[in-house]
């Protein structure tokens, strides 16, 4: 296992939710990672990254402001903060992490991502 997701859940509508992603030492090369997530017949959208040098976050204009992205090189333990949760941010979130290429401009495309979790279901009711 690359990337391990866990933390996701069921919770009302403006609780709070924290997700965890446990890196391997496949990823030890990366220069960024992310969280993307996926409802049923759509396509993954982009949540937020970070970069791993410097720390530098990127979100989604839906998050912005709700979400933390955040880092533990002593744990090799990325984290996504989701506070004032909405319906629709109903989901399965999976956490990514580049091969060591990914520059800020690309760090919001899947496809600079080679390495994934499994994904961890967030559930949130109205």
């Known amino acids: 296992v690359q990337l391990q997701a866990s933390g996701g859940g069921l919770v009302q509508a403006g609780g709070s939710l924290g997700l965890s992603c446990a890196e391997s030492?496949?990823?030890?090369?990366?220069?960024?990672m992310g969280w993307f997530r996926q409802v049923p017949g759509k396509e993954r959208e982009f949540v937020a990254a970070?970069?791993?040098?410097?720390?530098?976050?990127i979100y989604a204009d839906s998050v912005k402001g709700r979400f933390t992205i955040s880092r533990d090189a002593a744990k090799s333990t990325m984290y996504l903060q989701t506070d004032s949760l909405k319906p629709e941010d109903t989901a399965v979130y999976y956490c990514?992490?580049?091969?060591?290429?990914?520059?800020?401009?690309?760090?919001?495309?899947?496809?600079?991502?080679?390495?994934w979790g499994q994904g961890t279901q967030v559930t949130v009711s109205s």
């Open positions: 030492a496949r990823t030890l090369s990366s220069r960024a």
């Open positions: 970070i970069r791993l040098r410097g720390g530098t976050t």
């Open positions: 990514a992490a580049d091969r060591g290429s990914s520059i800020l401009s690309t760090m919001t495309l899947q496809t600079s991502y080679y390495f």
